[in-house]
């Protein structure tokens, strides 16, 4: 069974701009929880979705948004960029409602300059 | 306001004896516990959970104690390897109406010298 999957691996923007990240759970997990990994901050959440909606939210600005589409799969947004969103950016999938095991994939890592 | 925290950032073990990581919490409410691998540049490796109604669950060469009164749990690894190098959270947990929202620790980097 292929695990999370998160794309792209690298990304290199200018302050300012949006990005999107992608992220496919892996086959029959329904949720999907985004988390930013910064030297300063730790691991800390950003959002869970399950079955299109987004069911939980971290303390991050509106700039930082995200979708889950009938497939799963998610995408996470940010934008008008700053230096300090600079982070490796994870994405975590588990089977439903009651699974307590989260399985992180890759992750992102975002660079802003 | 750190709800949960692994106070020792780094640990270093012989190979082959026991390394004890240790992680405290504040919030009563959480209902389980993870432990989670992590190398530099990769996403966390799940390695072992916990719910908050045991005091001991075991995996290989993994155990993770919790101790609710103290709200404080621990990762042994018996034994270690010179491959557990790598720093460790543990994260603490709470579903809610089937949302799920981790807080992790700040990690801890374990050393197992040969």
């Known amino acids: 069974k292929a695990g999370v999957t998160q794309t792209p691996r690298y990304l290199i923007k200018t302050r300012g701009q949006q990005v999107t990240l992608s992220c496919s759970p892996i086959?029959?997990?329904?949720?999907v929880s985004w988390y930013q990994q910064t030297p300063g901050q730790g691991l800390q959440f950003l959002f869970e979705?399950?079955?299109?909606?987004?069911?939980n939210k971290g303390n991050f600005p509106g700039r930082f948004s995200g979708r889950q589409f009938s497939n799963s799969r998610s995408e996470m947004n940010v934008s008008t960029l700053e230096l300090g969103d600079s982070a490796l950016y994870l994405c975590?999938?588990?089977?439903?409602?009651?699974?307590?095991?989260?399985?992180f994939g890759q992750g992102t890592r975002l660079t802003v300059v | 306001d750190q709800q949960v925290k692994q106070n020792s950032p780094s640990l270093s073990v012989q190979e082959g004896r026991i390394s004890i990581l240790n992680c405290d919490y504040t919030?009563?409410?959480?209902?389980?516990f993870l432990w989670y691998k992590k190398y530099p540049a990769e996403g966390p490796t799940f390695l072992i959970s916990?719910?908050?109604?045991?005091d001991k669950n075991e995996d290989g060469r993994f155990t993770v104690f919790l101790n609710k009164s103290a709200k404080h749990l621990s990762l042994h690894i018996v034994p270690s390897q010179p491959g557990d190098s790598a720093v460790y959270f543990c994260?603490?947990?709470?579903?809610?109406?089937?949302?799920?929202?981790?807080?992790f620790g700040q990690g801890t980097r374990l050393t197992i010298n040969p």
């Open positions: 975590a999938s588990r089977g439903g409602t009651l699974n307590t095991e989260a399985f």
């Open positions: 916990i719910s908050s109604i045991k």
């Open positions: 086959s029959g997990h329904r949720s």
């Open positions: 979705y399950f079955s299109e909606t987004q069911r």
């Open positions: 919030n009563s409410m959480f209902d389980y």
């Open positions: 994260a603490a947990g709470e579903i809610i109406q089937g949302a799920q929202k981790l807080v």
